[in-house]
Structure formats: structure tokens, C-alpha cells
């Protein structure tokens, strides 16, 4: 075999070694390949970046309530920023936000994060759930922070079922409960009310 050729075999073997070492590693339990995800919108505007965000609504099609907002907000500046709103262009309805503690505005930190939606973290809650999307649409949200201003995003409309179920609407509809049906009509020998004497009292017929 010539030099030239036992080079080419020498690299070609170095290239098959290198592409196992990676699908080794790739293979490990940590592998990004293993953790499947469902598509979620992201974008970023300024110093803000948004990550895992979409729209959740009740867990069945046609249940009542409201409709939340799930997203994770990062701060790249030195500055901290607030959430002022989050609206739904092309309905009237509106996004209620709530600070994950207290009454406060939902505060971005500045390098840091924050987490909208689950247990313990700030929501963002749209009343009228069926009004402002349908479960496998699309639908445009538009974030307003302090200082970057309105950035617009195309969330996917989800139920909150499987990954999603922890990050959905804490306010689920619940039947009306039935009151116990009241016993009608005369009152009988020995009802509340009534003596002994005029249980007992003989018939003057």
C-alpha cells in the first residue's frame, strides 16, 4: 500500500472514531436528544430574551375558564426591567399579572430571570380562555417591559395536559353542587312541633 493510501485509511479511521465518541456521548442519559420538547415560541428584543412561551388553556376542549400565559423572561442588561402587560391583539380580552409574591409588578432582575407560569411563580391569566384562542392555533401576544417596549410573539395554543399540565390554569371549573332534596307535605305524627297530647288526642267523631 502506498504512503498516500495509508494516510487516507489512517484519517478515514480517525473520522469513524470521532463520529462513535459522539453518538457515545449523545447517548447518555443527559443527552439533549433524549429530552424531547414540545415546540415553544422564543425571541429576543434588546436585552430581553423570551423562551418557552405559549398559551395554555383548560385540559378539555370544552371547559370553561381562564386561559394562562407560560413563559420564561431573561435580563441581559444591568438593569432590571418590569413586565408591564401582556396583551392578545384582535380580542378584548385581558391579561391579568400577578408577581409570584405579594401584589407587586412582575420585576425581570437585571442578569437574571423570571418564570410565568406553575406552582410559585408569577401568571399571567386571560379571563375569557375560549375568546382569545383555540387549542392548536396560533396566536399573536404582544410582552410590554419597561424599558425594551413591546416585543410581539406567535404563541402555539396548548391544553394543559402532559408537559404542560404543571403550567396551566390553577382555576378549573368545578360542577354546581346539588342541595339535598326537602322532604314536602303534611307534617307526620311525632314531627318537630307537634306534642304527644295531640298526637294521642282521640276523635271527637
Not at 370544552?62 to 431573561?74: I, N
Not at 332534596?181 to 303534611?186: D, E, F, K, V
Request: with cysteine; proline share 8%.
Amino acid at each position: 500500500m502506498s504512503r498516500s493510501l495509508r494516510h487516507g485509511a489512517l484519517a478515514a479511521t480517525a473520522i469513524v472514531f470521532s463520529i462513535a465518541s459522539l453518538a457515545a456521548c449523545g447517548a447518555g442519559n443527559d443527552a439533549a436528544t433524549l429530552q424531547i420538547r414540545p415546540d415553544s415560541a422564543a425571541t429576543t428584543s434588546g436585552d430581553i430574551s423570551i423562551q418557552n412561551a405559549n398559551l395554555i388553556t383548560q385540559p378539555e376542549p370544552k371547559a370553561e375558564g381562564p386561559a394562562v400565559v407560560s413563559a420564561t423572561l431573561f435580563n441581559n442588561g444591568k438593569e432590571q426591567q418590569t413586565l408591564e402587560a401582556i396583551t392578545v391583539p384582535g380580542t378584548s380580552t385581558t391579561v391579568k399579572l400577578h408577581a409570584a409574591e405579594g401584589a407587586g409588578p412582575v420585576v425581570v432582575p437585571a442578569g437574571g430571570r423570571v418564570i410565568i407560569g406553575g406552582k410559585g411563580n408569577a401568571s399571567a391569566v386571560i379571563e375569557n380562555g375560549h375568546e382569545a384562542a383555540q387549542d392548536g392555533n396560533v396566536q399573536r401576544v404582544v410582552f410590554k417591559l419597561s424599558s425594551t417596549g413591546e416585543i410581539p410573539l406567535s404563541l402555539l395554543v396548548v391544553p394543559a395536559t402532559s408537559f404542560f399540565k404543571d403550567f396551566g390554569p390553577s382555576a378549573l371549573p368545578t360542577a354546581p353542587s346539588e342541595s339535598p332534596a326537602t322532604p314536602t307535605g303534611s307534617a307526620t305524627p311525632g314531627a318537630p312541633g307537634e306534642t304527644d297530647t295531640e298526637a294521642d288526642a282521640p276523635s271527637n267523631d
